[in-house]
């Protein structure tokens, strides 16, 4: 036979320390004094824990990969375009006991240029053929290597983040988890431009042209 229902006192459910350990949403029977237990039933729930970003630091986003153009190497004094493929992301599992769904949006990118400068934008960036916009045009996402060298670029994802336990509303989590993506290495060089006749002709917005 099954066991029956967990009797309770009033005095033990107003205790935190007792309710914490009650099953969420179950119900119980409860002694009202004197020894007596009546026949009614209650719903007791436990309280759900409040989630921070350690909690959920087993919890990936989509971070992602960088992307630059030109692809690995960069002309001194022109801009080299910078963006990312970042994803807004879902991701379930088991916390502190409970299934959880926890979802991650990319809210900033932050990057570092390996030159002495960074730079945090509110947008991800795009390809230069994404934008309409022609080869070393500037863009939002876009840097100026001002002298020849090897530089590694890094990017840093700051998502916001919300938790929701089975059955409930989703709920905010306090501050901005930050997650990198791989680095890029590239060469920054003078170039010189040589202008050919049937390129241009081709491609009259060309660089150059």
């Not at 795009?126 to 045009?137: I, R, T």
């Not at 840093?156 to 929701?164: K, L, N, P, T």
Request: with cysteine.
């Amino acid at each position: 036979m099954p066991a029956g229902p967990r009797v309770l006192t009033w005095e033990q459910i107003q205790d935190p320390a007792v309710n914490a350990t009650i099953e969420e949403t179950q119900m119980y029977l409860v002694s009202h004094g004197y020894g007596s237990v009546r026949d009614d039933f209650i719903t007791v729930s436990a309280p759900l824990p409040e989630l921070t970003l350690s909690d959920i630091a087993s919890f990936a986003p989509g971070v992602g990969s960088q992307h630059m153009e030109p692809s690995g190497w960069i002309v001194t004094g022109l801009p080299t375009n910078f963006y990312s493929d970042s994803t807004n992301s879902t991701v379930t599992g088991t916390l502190l006991g409970y299934a959880v769904a926890v979802r991650f949006t990319a809210a900033a990118w932050r990057w570092d240029y390996g030159d002495g400068s960074s730079t945090t934008s509110s947008t991800p960036g795009a390809s230069w053929a994404a934008l309409g916009l022609q080869e070393f045009d500037a863009t939002a996402t876009s840097h100026v290597f001002a002298t020849p060298g090897a530089f590694t670029i890094t990017l840093s994802v700051g998502f916001s983040a919300e938790y929701q336990f089975a059955g409930q509303p989703w709920k905010a989590i306090a501050g901005t988890l930050w997650a990198d993506a791989p680095p890029l290495t590239a060469v920054s060089g003078d170039a010189d431009t040589v202008l050919v006749a049937r390129d241009c002709l081709a491609n009259p917005g060309g660089p150059g042209c």
